[in-house]
């Protein structure tokens, strides 16, 4: 049970109410981070927000950017996220294995996994990453603009995982088991 009450889409109103319509017409339902998330207009603004600009024109790609959010998940021990995440990854089009790699930043395509072991990298060092981890990427053919916004993608992450964890929301998405670190 959630530490937060879960808002009821149903009797809310004005700006959380246009989200949540845009949240239940996008997943067709309000998973329960986002009725947790809205007790704060202003945080349910910044998490749909991400979503929606990482989903929209992100140079990573939906498949990559599930693949990084998996990785953050498991090694922030969210369930939560690791079940909505591998949901969403399967949708969009990563085979079962590759997810399940994918959490312990794996992947049998070298530039995916160049990505994921930053990604990791991030959440272990909390940001302070040498500049040859940066340089890796780039060997990788990552650009810069991909470089961004895989610390974009690991900070939205930490974000949802933080909000899961600590308030004890509820899955609400088929479960997965969390892995050891490779």
Same mark, same amino acid.
């Given at each position: 049970?959630?530490?937060?009450?879960?808002?009821?889409? %149903?009797?809310?109103?004005?700006?959380?109410?246009?989200?949540?319509?845009?949240?239940?017409?996008?997943?067709?339902?309000?998973?329960?981070?986002?009725?947790?998330?809205?007790?704060?207009?202003?945080?349910?603004?910044?998490?749909?927000?991400?979503?929606?600009?990482?989903?929209?024109?992100?140079?990573?790609?939906?498949?990559?950017? %599930?693949?990084?959010?998996?990785?953050?998940?498991?090694?922030?021990?969210? %369930?939560?996220?690791?079940?909505?995440?591998?949901?969403?990854?399967?949708?969009?089009?990563?085979?079962?294995?590759?997810?399940?790699?994918?959490?312990?930043?794996?992947?049998?395509?070298?530039?995916?996994?160049?990505?994921?072991?930053?990604?990791?990298?991030?959440?272990?060092?909390?940001?302070q990453v040498p500049s040859?981890?940066?340089?890796?990427?780039?060997?990788?053919?990552?650009?810069? %603009?991909?470089?961004?916004?895989?610390?974009?993608?690991?900070?939205?992450?930490?974000?949802?995982?933080?909000?899961?964890?600590?308030?004890?929301?509820?899955?609400?998405?088929?479960?997965?088991?969390?892995?050891?670190?490779?």
């Open positions: 049970m959630s530490l937060i009450p879960l808002v009821d889409p %149903e009797t809310a109103t004005g700006t959380t109410k246009e989200q949540l319509d845009q949240i239940r017409a996008a997943f067709g339902t309000v998973p329960a981070m986002f009725k947790t998330v809205a007790n704060s207009p202003a945080a349910l603004t910044s998490m749909w927000s991400a979503f929606g600009a990482f989903g929209a024109s992100s140079s990573l790609g939906a498949a990559l950017g %599930e693949q990084i959010a998996v990785a953050v998940a498991n090694r922030n021990s969210c %369930e939560y996220c690791l079940a909505a995440h591998s949901a969403l990854g399967r949708k969009a089009g990563v085979s079962r294995d590759a997810m399940a790699a994918a959490q312990t930043g794996q992947s049998h395509d070298p530039k995916t996994a160049a990505i994921l072991a930053f990604a990791l990298r991030l959440v272990e060092l909390r940001g040859s981890d940066v340089e890796a990427l780039r060997s990788h053919g990552i650009t810069d %603009e991909q470089i961004v916004e895989i610390v974009g993608q690991v900070a939205l992450n930490l974000f949802t995982n933080y909000l899961n964890v600590a308030l004890e929301v509820p899955v609400d998405f088929p479960t997965v088991a969390l892995r050891p670190a490779a």
